[in-house]
């Protein structure tokens, strides 16, 4: 009788660099060609030119609509927006004891399980009622938490406009959506990251889609994922005058701080995100005569004098301008404060959630990854009594 083979343990890699988890036909991230693309297509084709529901349609059904099939995604949409009569309260609740966006909407994603369509076994189905109620839900936080009362959707709008008017109770022009719509494009998804991991490990387990969503948005709550728009804006504001930027960057690089907006986990280049909402920003603030340009042209400013002295500081490590950085001067042209900067994210990574949990649904197992136990062994147990 042959004696079993026992494989050798895998070795031990923190953070889980370099390790292949998944197969995904959703996105794929190329560190060091600076190449994103999203289900085939490159960012910078797709996102300056789809609409949100298009984009949505192709990473959940693997095509881009037809217009029948967007026409009939978009009124679904549209239709769910509302949110179950638990989470008003809940809402309430949460504004009353200021807190963050990002907590209250962790909290009332909960109670999305109430809404008569969420427990449908088809997630692409149960998904539609979930993406139309996420910006619902930071919209009215937001404006319970400033005093006012939320503002009820608006059927006729599309998702992004409608998000935005939610906010404002302007409805915006086309310019203004335009410019949400291409950054909600550009982040909808991006390899497995922390919140898309963590809502693939959940729906493994056969776990129900809402879970999954309150699982992703703990992950991407938390700094090192969530990124740091509103730092990067801080910066950009402390420094007021091109003319300081220099001087401001070098001392916080003397200091050993990070220079917010620079740099990134996989990209060893710049960031193509950033190079798509630099475009973004380009057009909006040329059209748009309540974008503040000024600020546009500081944040160029500022991003060259930064550049310049990162590859002087570390010429050995390349830091290149990430999503980050360009986010900041877009969603405050759009007049969204930055404490929205991250929630503005999930309202537009919940889609690509959603189209992992599809995909992992239909392809994938329990993921179920070992531990290396690294504590001391074979201790001897000391009664209560004898131990000092």
Not at 367 to 379: A, F, M, T, V, W
């Amino acid at each position: 009788m042959t004696a079993a083979v026992i494989a050798p343990p895998a070795p031990f890699i923190s953070g889980l660099a370099g390790v292949v988890a998944a197969q995904t036909r959703l996105s794929h991230v190329d560190g060091e060609a600076g190449q994103l693309l999203l289900a085939g297509y490159p960012v910078e084709v797709l996102a300056p030119r789809a609409t949100f529901e298009e984009v949505t349609y192709l990473l959940w059904h693997r095509a881009l609509p037809t217009a029948a099939q967007l026409a009939a995604f978009t009124h679904a949409l549209a239709a769910q927006r509302e949110l179950p009569p638990a989470a008003r309260p809940l809402l309430q609740a949460a504004a009353a004891a200021q807190l963050p966006v990002m907590d209250a909407l962790r909290l009332a994603a909960g109670t999305l399980s109430l809404a008569p369509d969420s427990a449908a076994p088809d997630l692409s189905v149960s998904g539609v009622g979930l993406l139309a109620r996420f910006p619902t839900i930071v919209a009215a936080y937001w404006r319970l938490r400033q005093g006012q009362a939320p503002i009820a959707p608006r059927p006729d709008l599309g998702h992004a406009a409608n998000y935005l008017y939610m906010l404002s109770a302007i409805v915006p022009s086309a310019e203004r959506t335009r410019g949400l719509e291409t950054y909600l494009n550009t982040v909808v998804d991006h390899g497995l990251n922390a919140s898309t991991f963590t809502a693939r490990v959940i729906i493994s387990t056969g776990s129900d889609l809402v879970s999954a969503l309150v699982g992703a948005i703990g992950a991407l709550k938390g700094p090192l994922h969530g990124g740091a728009p509103g730092p990067a804006l801080d910066m950009v504001f402390e420094i007021g005058d091109a003319g300081r930027a220099e001087a401001f960057l070098r001392a916080k690089l003397d200091r050993r701080e990070r220079l917010m907006g620079f740099g990134h986990r996989v990209y060893r280049v710049r960031d193509p995100r950033a190079d798509v909402l630099a475009a973004a920003a380009v057009r909006f603030f040329g059209s748009d005569s309540a974008g503040d340009r000024a600020l546009y042209d500081l944040a160029r400013s500022v991003e060259s004098t930064a550049l310049a002295l990162l590859a002087e500081r570390h010429p050995e490590r390349p830091l290149q301008t990430n999503v980050e950085f360009y986010t900041a001067p877009l969603l405050h042209g759009l007049d969204l404060p930055t404490d929205l900067f991250s929630p503005t994210f999930a309202v537009s990574r919940a889609a690509g959630w959603i189209a992992h949990c599809i995909e992992h649904q239909a392809t994938g197992r329990l993921i179920r990854p070992q531990s290396e136990y690294i504590g001391p062994r074979d201790l001897a147990f000391v009664p209560l009594a004898q131990r000092d």
